[in-house]
């Protein structure tokens, strides 16, 4: 079958490899009807040191299960199914919780060595504890905002949830990425009233105030903070959603809330220590989040997007099939794509 694999920064390439096949009895193998390109697989695509083996890639997919091992339980030959980006049990304290983004068999796909989605086929480990059953066909009309179920939609949710977004909080979203848009409906899924986009890319930022956001601040740095500070008397948002994961997004994230707020942050850190730390800590601002338990979080958005209450697909602006996937990579990269999905 054929896969995408990346070898080094800038070098990605579609590739033979051995067809995805069940090793374990708990695996499944899903044919990929759907799979994208993250903006996080873009950190790899731009640092990434020379690689003989190379990485597969893709983290985001919907399938048909067209094999299961002897174990396997809730899924079935046939079935459509989503497949969030981590590998998770099911079974153990964590996955219990609502957090299977720390399961004890936790794994993410495309990264690390495991398979990954941009690809014809892919092996999924612990199949009852990662796939998501979905009562439609493969060919559904909704299977772009289905798609983002596996990651931007079930992010930028958890983003708004640990930020405590709610009726009567203003709310900030750094970024104006897939994850970001995809925060602006969180946010007014939850109740918001008053959403501010911090982005300056004028398509995305239009997408934004269709999803909801109210204002748009396109400044960086202190001239955004002030814009900020100004549309919230002077006072901050309560709730900041984190969605880029940059020095500067996080520093203005901590600069632009309300003393007692709270900022849920979900862009990959690209720093070891936390950027605004101090500030963080003197305005007794809650910080949390980290990789979005987007599988629990499934079976509160779902009914959402089957009736087209929210459209979070429309982030995608680009279709490929798989020989067109470094093109896609290039075209997020210097973003000439918001987010582009791939057909194989
Ligand atoms: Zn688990």
């Given at each position: 079958?054929?896969a995408?694999?990346?070898?080094?920064?800038?070098?990605v390439?579609?590739?033979?490899?051995?067809?995805?096949?069940?090793?374990?009895?708990?695996?499944?193998?899903?044919?990929?009807?759907?799979?994208?390109?993250?903006?996080?697989?873009?950190?790899?695509?731009?640092?990434?040191?020379?690689?003989?083996?190379?990485?597969?890639?893709g983290?985001?997919?919907?399938?048909?299960?067209?094999?299961?091992?002897?174990?396997?339980?809730?899924v079935k030959?046939?079935?459509?199914?989503?497949?969030?980006?981590?590998?998770?049990?099911?079974?153990?304290?964590?996955?219990?919780?609502?957090?299977?983004?720390?399961?004890?068999?936790?794994?993410?796909?495309?990264?690390?060595?495991?398979?990954?989605?941009?690809?014809?086929?892919?092996?999924?480990?612990?199949?009852?504890?990662?796939?998501?059953?979905?009562?439609?066909?493969?060919?559904?009309?909704?299977?772009?905002?289905?798609?983002?179920?596996?990651?931007?939609?079930?992010?930028?949710?958890?983003?708004?949830?640990?930020?405590?977004?709610?009726?009567?909080?203003n709310?900030?979203?750094?970024?104006?990425?897939?994850v970001?848009?995809?925060?602006?409906?969180?946010?007014?899924?939850?109740?918001?009233?008053?959403?501010?986009v911090?982005?300056?890319h004028?398509?995305?930022v239009?997408?934004?105030?269709?999803?909801?956001?109210?204002?748009?601040?396109?400044?960086r740095?202190?001239?955004?903070?002030?814009?900020?500070?100004?549309?919230?008397?002077?006072?901050?948002?309560?709730?900041?959603?984190?969605?880029?994961?940059?020095?500067?997004?996080?520093?203005?994230?901590?600069?632009i809330?309300?003393?007692?707020?709270?900022?849920?942050?979900?862009?990959?850190?690209?720093?070891?220590?936390?950027?605004?730390?101090?500030?963080?800590?003197?305005?007794?601002?809650?910080?949390?989040?980290?990789?979005?338990?987007?599988?629990?979080?499934?079976?509160?958005?779902?009914?959402?997007?089957?009736?087209?209450?929210?459209?979070?697909?429309?982030?995608?602006?680009?279709?490929?099939?798989?020989?067109?996937?470094?093109?896609?990579?290039?075209?997020?990269?210097?973003?000439?794509?918001?987010?582009?999905?791939?057909?194989?």
């Open positions: 079958m054929r995408t694999v990346m070898h080094a920064a800038g070098d390439r579609i590739e033979h490899v051995p067809d995805a096949s069940i090793i374990e009895p708990t695996d499944a193998v899903i044919r990929v009807t759907r799979a994208c390109i993250c903006g996080s697989d873009l950190w790899p695509y731009r640092s990434m040191q020379p690689s003989d083996k190379g990485q597969r890639m983290h985001e997919a919907i399938g048909v299960v067209e094999a299961i091992g002897a174990d396997v339980h809730t030959h046939g079935d459509v199914v989503v497949m969030p980006f981590a590998i998770s049990d099911g079974t153990c304290i964590f996955c219990h919780e609502g957090l299977p983004t720390a399961c004890k068999h936790l794994g993410f796909f495309g990264n690390q060595g495991n398979d990954g989605a941009q690809a014809e086929a892919i092996r999924i480990p612990y199949a009852d504890g990662t796939l998501f059953a979905l009562p439609v066909e493969a060919d559904d009309a909704l299977m772009p905002s289905l798609l983002t179920l596996a990651d931007v939609m079930g992010t930028g949710h958890h983003a708004a949830v640990v930020a405590k977004v709610g009726a009567g909080r709310v900030a979203v750094v970024g104006d990425g897939a970001g848009l995809c925060a602006v409906i969180a946010a007014k899924r939850l109740g918001a009233e008053r959403i501010i911090l982005g300056r004028p398509d995305r239009a997408l934004a105030r269709e999803f909801g956001a109210t204002d748009v601040v396109s400044e740095g202190a001239e955004a903070v002030e814009h900020v500070r100004r549309l919230t008397g002077g006072e901050g948002a309560h709730s900041v959603l984190e969605c880029v994961g940059l020095r500067q997004a996080m520093e203005t994230a901590v600069e809330t309300r003393p007692g707020g709270a900022i849920g942050r979900v862009g990959v850190p690209q720093d070891a220590a936390m950027p605004g730390s101090q500030p963080a800590f003197y305005n007794n601002i809650t910080v949390g989040g980290g990789p979005a338990p987007v599988r629990p979080y499934i079976r509160e958005l779902l009914p959402d997007i089957l009736d087209g209450r929210i459209q979070p697909g429309r982030v995608f602006d680009s279709v490929v099939d798989l020989n067109g996937v470094p093109g896609g990579y290039r075209a997020m990269d210097n973003r000439k794509a918001l987010k582009v999905m791939i057909r194989p």
